[in-house]
């Protein structure tokens, strides 16, 4: 019987067989197999056995079935295109080694994202052993993602990648990429003139590039683009409308931020008196650069939202009083500054070290309560003051509701006087506790998924709200009460209120535990930080992300707003602190003198000097006026011109730092033996 001629294609492939060593793996040997059987069915005899022959094949050895063959010769298919996209990702490397200076910087920022991609295409195909060898050969070239690498190369499976908490991600989401239009077009014309259809094709289902006009970015903008687990933040997000501002009409906001009103007012009228010129010392006063710089009397913050945005509930004539006596308190505050050193001071547990998991203080820092790992939720009294709870309801009936004194008739101050109250109710441990702004409610959330709350009035649990399915990490007051946020494991943070047991908002969008959460001032606004190494800030409004800010290389441990709202402080575990500029998203400045974790942040009462507690035992006094006033700067800040002060605990890791309304610094840790 005549035999038929082979395809060009199975002649090609036989071509390529029949030049293999003799010590060739046993996927090579089922592509032989794979080749005769196919030889075979098809009768090509002559071919059949000119293969066996070159490849020294006996006619008594078995070939595949039919599907098995279907099946190797897939497979090979398959690593040929794997092998050709590892070639052509070698070419990009040494193009983007070579390529101008300015351009070289944004050109790089796609190295690792295809790397990524191409080790979990060979993973996912069975190519393991091609897989590692391709990640041995080109680590060395991802800069600045050496522990991101280090994790990669423990996913071997498809089962491997789904249960990774950071790759998993990348197989559906884009990895964000931000390049000006020069460095872009500089990209694509060498995939396409080169033929680079693979990555080309990766590029296009992995990766957002984003293209802007401008001149190439920076190397300090540069080390923030090259961080996150998913690349930056797309321009889109950081453009929305921001209502960052502070109203100044607020009583309460006003008690605040503005605590000088009644000193320019005294000022004003004894200039109004026939007084002389201003001293030297009142124009330099009057010169002097701060942070609310942009917060003059008597004018609005353009940036404030309109009224009623987020509706709150009216003040109580309570409120309005005390409102008057902070004002009065604030404006006799202490000033820091370079010649003007922080007074520290610091409480310590112990024996608490794996007991206590979180402390906070109220906002004037007469009460302090702490997260227990034992399910319990502490409260002691930092003043006088002790802690009473309300009298029975049999008791008030009796009052008379008109007294001047109602308030403190209310109060059994015989049989509840306590300098401390222990709060029982989680099952299991506590991880975060929250105090609301007039000290009567406390906030706790922890292992069993749900956050409490309790009253400091009746000393009792108030209400336990249920919505996460995971443990609660972090939980947080707006700063004007009745709004709550809490989250967790679960990657959501959720929004609630006093006068509802549902979540109001539920937000989406982070791609790691939530480990950090502040309130705006203006209680607009939700930020949080997360371990995917990103922050957002959320619209209380409309539930929409409205900033994607990303820089840190490590987890955000702490965040504080500025007390007019225009920054924001950030710190992660890496001991690195960022300044951020709320109109645009964009980075102001840096703080790097910790070494370890940042894990508390607060500023001084008028804004101009941010104070940070670490896991190092420092607690660091950080001028944020001059790195507001250099922001313009071409020159690198140095450490010595914004770090007014650096103290040491003896041995405490801080776990909570916060500033009286004079000014004092207030700090809480672990003694560690």
Known sequence: MATSAPSPALANLSSQITHLPHNTTQEDDELLKAVLGYLKKKNLRTTEAALRKEA????????????????????????????????????????????????????????????????????????LHLATDFYYKFKNRQEGREEDINELIRIKSKEGLQINSTFSHYRTSKYVVKMCKDSFNCLLSHLQDNLHVLLLNLINMHLFVDVFDGLPKQPSQLALSNSTILGDGKRSVNEQKMYYGVHHSSTRIQALLDPDEYEEEVEGALLGAGSSAPTDAKRKKKKEKTILATVRKGKTDMYAPPAGRVPYPPQTEAEISANHEITQELSARYRISHGKQPTIAFYTFLNAVGRVNNATMSEDCKLLTAACHTGIVKTWSLSRQKLYRIK?????????????????????????????????????????????????????????????????????????????????????????????????????????????????????????????????????????????????????????????????????????????????????????????????????????????????????????????????????????????????????????????????????PVLHLATTRKNLVMGVGIYAT
């Open 56 to 127: 020294d094949i006996k006619d008594t050895d078995e070939v595949l079935h039919i599907d098995k063959m279907k099946e190797v010769l897939t497979s090979y298919k398959s690593r040929q295109q794997q092998e050709k996209a590892i070639v052509q990702y070698e070419a990009l490397c040494n193009f983007v080694e070579k390529s101008l200076e300015m351009y070289r910087g944004e050109l790089s920022l796609v190295i690792y994202p295809l790397f990524v991609q191409i080790y979990i295409e060979l993973v996912l195909a069975g190519q």
């Open 392 to 652: 029975d309801t049999a008791e008030l009936d009796q009052l008379n509701i008109y007294d001047d004194n109602i308030m403190e008739m209310m109060l059994d101050t015989e049989r509840s006087a306590s300098q401390v109250l222990s709060f029982y109710g989680h099952m299991g441990p506590v991880y975060d506790v929250a105090i609301n702004y007039n000290k009567s409610l406390v906030l706790s959330g922890g292992e069993d998924c749900c956050a409490r709350l309790w009253s400091l009035q009746t000393h009792t649990q108030l209400v336990s709200y249920r919505g996460h399915d995971h443990p609660i990490w972090r939980c947080a007051w707006s700063p004007l009460g009745h709004y709550f946020a809490s989250g967790g494991i679960d990657q959501t943070v959720l929004v609630w209120s006093t006068q509802q047991i549902s979540p109001i908002r539920v937000l989406c969008g982070h791609f790691g535990d939530i480990t950090s959460l502040v309130f705006h001032p203006n209680g607009n606004y939700i930020a949080s930080g997360s371990s995917d190494r990103t922050i957002r800030i959320w619209d209380m409004g409309t539930g929409n992300c409205v900033r994607h800010l990303t820089g840190h290389r490590g987890t955000i441990t702490s965040l504080s707003f500025s007390p007019h709202g225009h920054l924001l402080i950030s710190g992660d575990e890496k001991g690195v602190i960022l300044i951020w500029d709320m109109s645009n998203g964009e980075n102001m400045g840096t703080f790097n003198h910790h070494t370890s974790a940042v894990t508390s942040l607060c500023l001084t009462r008028e804004g101009a000097c941010v104070i940070s507690g670490g896991l190092d035992n420092r607690v660091n006094t950080w001028d944020l006026t001059f790195v507001v006033d250099n922001v313009d700067s071409t020159e690198d800040i140095a450490t010595e011109d914004v770090l007014i002060n650096s103290s040491q605990t003896k041995q405490s």
